[in-house]
């Protein structure tokens, strides 16, 4: 019996091991060492493009054109704004995101829109059988003839097809059930992950072929296989949302053609996803009024402003340790704000718990949604009712100021368009800046200020 070597690869980080440990080194993570048999891969296995394909050539970086990449428009426009604009000819994309989210549904739909335009669409499909697509394809009404189905998960088969079809989109679902068959590791292994991506990359890159993969997500919510996997790919989408919520976003997290932390918001509806093309209002129509804790904030989300709703709740702890709480928001920011309150305004917020939350399902990681936080807690430990025409911007710093924030003029028309009449921003921000005519706009310096303005002390 033939003697064989293995070696033992951490699911999550890809570090390796010539003998099992419980806990990676790598990542500290434990149970995730996996034993894989190393073997060279036959030559068989080579790709029959890349052996056809030219080779590249070395220019100097003078003579190369600066014409921008060709884009196709997938038909949605939402995905189009996170992509940058359109599908970049010959580009990898990566989209993660959690199960039964809608990752095959929003796929299908612009594969049908970029296949209706006269390109031809191979779908590879390794988890769904072609009677399942064409099910689903269906109650989409997704049905063009240049969409081709293939529920394959050998890549050596699937290359042959790509000769067969010469598709100008390839779509993957999902790299974690697709393998070669040159390597002894099971499917979804590090290992395999890693070479099926870089396979991919290289028949994406050679025969300009625009590439979309779909990738499982963790526990955690990170894509599952090693880290290298997004550095490969050219843009990292993750599709996001409460699955008993029907909005949906997809967020981009890098875009190697366009800008990053851009989103596109969807909504799941029978038919399939529906885009939403003005989400200030979707986020604000189901806001209450006549109560205290209730503020809205002008984010920035990439490219786009943003209005969203914040929503406080303050109320006299029964335990011992107050209870800090925060959706949508980094939870040790809003611990910071509020030990600024105390501090700064004198709030004795000691004693109770505190809630806050954001309305519609959004994340905001930006800074210049401090002073609605502030604003927010202190309007419900005051009981204290903000004016619902009100909009407020700003970072909010230790010392109690407020500083200055970026696109402050995108931020407040946004808000006039919505029927706002107030906006309470920095005061920084106002120089070599003239405001709008129709909306009034307040410079604070101090989160004082602020409280003063909105709530009379």
């Not at 990676?24 to 394909?53: D, F, H, R, Y």
């Not at 940058?84 to 049908?112: E, F, M, R």
């Not at 989300?301 to 709740?313: C, H, K, M, N, S």
């Not at 509020?338 to 109770?352: D, F, I, P, T």
Request: glycine share 10%; hydrophobic share 40%; with cysteine.
């Amino acid at each position: 019996m033939a003697k064989y070597k293995s070696k033992f690869v951490c699911q999550d980080c890809g570090y390796e091991s010539p003998k099992w440990m419980g806990k990676c080194p790598g990542c500290g993570q434990w149970n995730t060492m996996a034993e894989e048999v190393v073997s060279k891969p036959s030559p068989q296995v080579n790709s029959q493009i890349l052996q056809q394909s030219e080779p590249a050539i070395a220019h100097k970086i003078t003579e190369i054109d600066t014409v921008a990449e060709a884009r196709t428009h997938s038909g949605l426009v939402e995905f189009d704004r996170v992509l940058g604009g359109g599908v970049v000819k010959g580009s990898l994309v990566l989209v993660g995101g959690d199960p039964g989210i809608g990752k095959s549904t929003l796929l299908l739909q612009a594969s049908n829109s970029i296949a209706a335009m006269g390109n031809k669409v191979l779908y590879v499909s390794g988890e769904e059988s072609a009677k399942q697509i064409k099910l689903r394809a269906d109650r989409l009404d997704a049905l063009s003839d240049n969409l081709y189905i293939l529920p394959e998960t050998d890549l050596e088969r699937v290359e042959q097809h790509i000769k067969q079809v010469s598709p100008d989109f390839l779509i993957v679902d999902s790299i974690q059930t697709v393998y070669r068959p040159g390597l002894q590791s099971a499917p979804g292994s590090v290992g395999q992950v890693r070479e099926c991506t870089a396979f991919l990359l290289r028949i994406a890159k050679s025969l300009d072929i625009a590439t979309f993969i779909v990738g499982h997500v963790t526990k955690e919510g990170a894509i599952a296989g090693p880290r290298m996997l997004e550095h490969m790919v050219d843009a990292v989408l993750y599709f996001e949302g409460e699955r008993h919520h029907t909005y949906r976003i997809l967020r981009a997290v890098k875009n190697r053609f366009g800008s990053t932390n851009e989103i596109g918001i969807f909504e799941m509806r029978e038919k399939g996803l529906a885009e939403v093309h003005n989400p200030s209002e979707l986020f604000l129509s189901e806001r209450p009024h006549g109560v205290a804790g209730s503020c809205v904030i002008a984010s920035m989300e990439g490219t786009r402003p943003v209005l969203v709703e914040i929503q406080a709740l303050v109320t006299p702890s029964s335990y011992g340790n107050p209870r800090r709480m925060a959706t949508g928001l980094d939870h040790h920011r809003v611990s910071l704000i509020m030990a600024v309150l105390e501090k700064r305004m004198g709030l004795y917020l000691q004693s109770q718990d505190a809630y806050v939350n954001v309305a519609g399902g959004v994340r905001l990681d930006e800074p210049a949604v401090d002073l609605g936080i502030a604003l927010a807690l202190g309007s419900s430990f005051r009981e204290r009712e903000i004016q619902p025409t009100d909009c407020f911007i700003g970072e909010v710093g230790l010392t109690g100021e407020v500083r200055g924030v970026s696109r402050i003029e995108q931020r407040v028309r946004e808000a006039m368009k919505l029927g706002f009449t107030r906006v309470i921003v920095p005061t920084k921000n106002l120089r070599g800046w003239q405001p709008p005519a129709d909306i009034q706009v307040i410079g604070v310096e101090t989160v004082q200020e602020a409280f003063q303005v909105a709530l009379g002390g």
